[in-house]
């Protein structure tokens, strides 16, 4: 319900802030503030005598999820990891939350009469058709929201006074020009060296040995010439998703699914942009002609920084995501990568320029009968696996086989060989019919269970039954030398291959090190030294592993070093250290100035929100967390 209000006050450093926090618990860890876990509030949480009730974290959590849904190929099917993990955030969101009304409390900030009213007015879901503030909508959205007047007030009060803290808070971090030019010339300090390559891949192979020393290389290898241990196994697995694909499916029953289900497949079109906002509209015009001149986002943020402008990345948004109808209006109807303006709006004149458009998305029926045929039968199977498993349990334990499994169970077998990997004796992966969790287990239990064992049924995660018979064991064998000699050969021969140019990269690396030039070191040899392009700190570039790359910057001039490589073998010595001045790259520094100021202001935040949350003590329930997620699953 707040969400157009918290677009309207919800500034930067309190984005900032709760998007620190929830990468922050991590690390902090929710198993710290659980207290009381059997106690008999209804609460999901209590911060320092401050209730979190249920109501409040499922308006919340519900909200959340709906977001998340629609980035998702298919928004009616959530994971449960995926819930777990909104639950979890949501409850965080909210504890953090209420300890820091607490703290504007105490810091006494006080919301004027005057200052609501404002924040109110200017709500877009509030406006009447003539655009102005109209009280009568303003109760009709309270209404069908189920909020009364007061309360809301109340919470627009208390987020107003919130976003007071942090932006004091945010306001304390700042860097000097000491710090930000030492950061600039860290970041952008270029190295360059010169490179020896010494591939494995079109060189000449070393010619066959006598056959006394491929035995003995296969005496010594004996590991990689046995066969593994293998076992024939016959398994069955019962799931939802094994009993849904045997189930019968009306189209009455699809049809009622997708009308209580469409606005989970239901999304409007989505629009990110790039917009710069100026003071004047010949100021705007004057950077709209740069920018349709063909400069890139960097320069047009270095121009609109000089003109006094403003230059922001909108992520993708719908139209009243878009900070003012104005810009929305010019946005959603601008082709992609033109360039628009100026328009003039509320804070100023802008132009924009469309990045990328997501299409909206209105499904028919028929074009999701198949996935909406799979939802409903999955739902349907979730209700009768307790039982199927109750009949495959007490088929078991009556003596069957597995071959002896009915088909109107609703279970899928599978039998055939492998090994301790999953793969058959032609090296494929087997072709088990179950997801990759199960799938393990399965192989696991095959490779403890004997031949004529009981038969055991498993329940694994997600409600996935299976169970496993072992008909025979295959023990490792030793492959003889004379059935596997021609991969002894080819083993043979790529070993002593990247032996040679293992030594030819040591020796050149020697003479290097004893002052030789990399070009002397490789003169005479037939080796080309080549010249890799300036590279950047963890940024390589070209053919430049990344860990040579990282190396080169930890060496001085003249230094080499030596890297291996699934290709072979690298030799470089670094040749010359490239200076950053930022004196010369006004722009550059600016991004490094802003880069630390937004870096130093997330640390201020992330201390400020372990002080408060340590301050808070919040007493957790995940019990009473648990049982509202398990009650709105089975609604």
Known sequence: MLGSFRKFANTWPARVFFLVLVASFASWGIADVVRNI????????????????????MQEYDGTLRRYAQQLPDPSQIPASLRQRIASQTLEKLVTQQALADQAARLGVVVPDSQLRDAVFAMPDFQGPDGKFSRA?????????????????????????????????????????????????????????????LPLQGQALPPAPADTVLQRYYDNNLGRYTAPEYRHIKAVILSPDSIGRSLTVSDADMQAWFSAHKSDYVAPEKRAMQVITANSEASAASLATIWKAGAGWDA???????????????????????????????AFAAPINAVIGPIKAVFGSQILRVTTITPAKNPSFESLRDSIRGKVAAEK???????????????????????????????????GTLDAQGNTPEGTPAPIPAPADIRQQIIDTAFKTNPGDPVQPIEGPDHVWFAVAVDSITKPAKRQFGDVRSKVLADWQADQLRHQQESVAARLLTLVKTGQTLANAAWGSGLQVTHSPPLMRDKPAGDVPADLAHTLFTLKPGEATMVETNAGFIVAQLAEVITADPKHDSAGL??????????LHDDYLTVYAIALRQQAKPVVRPNVVQSLLAQQQNE
Not at 303 to 328: I, N
Not at 383 to 399: E, N, V
Not at 590 to 599: C, I, V
């Open 590 to 599: 600016g991004q490094a100035e802003e880069g630390l100021k937004h870096a």
């Open 300 to 330: 047009m943020q270095a121009a609109a920084k000089a003109a006094g402008a403003t230059a922001v990345d909108l992520p993708l948004s719908t139209p009243d995501q878009v900070p003012s109808p104005e810009l929305a209006k010019a």
């Open 381 to 415: 199977a979730l209700d009768l696996i307790d039982a199927r498993a109750q009949k495959l349990q007490d088929l078991f334990a009556g003596g069957a086989k597995i071959d002896e499994v009915p088909a109107d169970l609703g279970a899928t077998g599978a039998a």
């Open 38 to 57: 059997g106690g008999g509030s209804g609460a999901v949480a209590t911060v320092q005598g401050h209730d979190i009730t249920p109501t409040e974290f």
């Open 137 to 197: 909508t303003l109760l009709q959205v309270l209404s069908s929201n189920h909020l009364t007047e007061a309360h809301f007030l109340d919470l627009v009060r208390r987020d107003i006074a919130q976003n007071q803290v942090l932006q004091s808070v945010g306001a304390a971090s700042g860097s000097s020009s000491l710090l930000t030019d030492l950061v600039y010339r860290y970041l952008n300090e270029k190295r360059r060296a010169d490179l020896v390559t």
